[in-house]
């Protein structure tokens, strides 16, 4: 009975902590120190990365934080990438689709990150 007041107790703050703003990455690798990569965006509500992607039945925040390893700050000042090396990447979307192409596109051009969108395309081919 104590474990499970725990994981209550857990899911309900982890879901307290991504109202607040923050999208965990959902995966991680082993390849750098940082083993995810870090969205800081202007965008503030997280319901507008629920939509799918493309035509896939799978959410745009779910495309970034699983399949690109990569946290989401919502509410930030800018758009911005940060690599798992440190690098900055400003972006240029506005809305969270186009967002999401362009993060895919900027990842997919990575030494690691090129592995990613490989078996993402493999994954959703017939999609």
């Given at each position: 009975?104590?474990?499970?007041?725990?994981?209550?107790?857990?899911?309900?703050?982890?879901?307290?902590?991504?109202?607040?703003?923050?999208?965990?990455?959902?995966?991680?690798?082993?390849?750098?120190?940082?083993?995810?990569?870090?969205?800081n965006t202007?965008?503030?509500?997280?319901?507008?990365?629920?939509?799918?992607?493309?035509?896939?039945?799978?959410?745009?925040?779910?495309?970034?934080?699983?399949?690109?390893y990569t946290?989401?700050?919502?509410?930030?000042?800018?758009?911005?990438?940060?690599?798992?090396?440190?690098?900055?990447?400003?972006?240029?979307?506005?809305?969270?689709?186009?967002?999401?192409?362009?993060?895919?596109?900027?990842?997919s051009k990575?030494?690691?990150?090129?592995?990613?969108?490989?078996?993402?395309?493999?994954?959703?081919?017939?999609?």
């Amino acid at each position: 009975m104590r474990n499970v007041i725990l994981i209550i107790a857990i899911l309900l703050s982890f879901n307290s902590y991504c109202q607040e703003g923050h999208l965990p990455a959902l995966r991680y690798s082993d390849s750098f120190s940082k083993p995810y990569r870090v969205l800081n965006t202007a965008i503030s509500d997280k319901s507008l990365f629920d939509q799918y992607y493309n035509d896939t039945n799978l959410t745009l925040d779910y495309v970034i934080r699983y399949h690109f390893y990569t946290s989401i700050n919502l509410n930030s000042d800018q758009n911005e990438l940060i690599s798992m090396d440190g690098t900055k990447f400003n972006l240029s979307s506005k809305n969270a689709k186009d967002l999401t192409d362009e993060i895919i596109s900027l990842v997919s051009k990575m030494y690691i990150g090129r592995k990613e969108f490989i078996d993402f395309k493999k994954l959703n081919k017939n999609k």
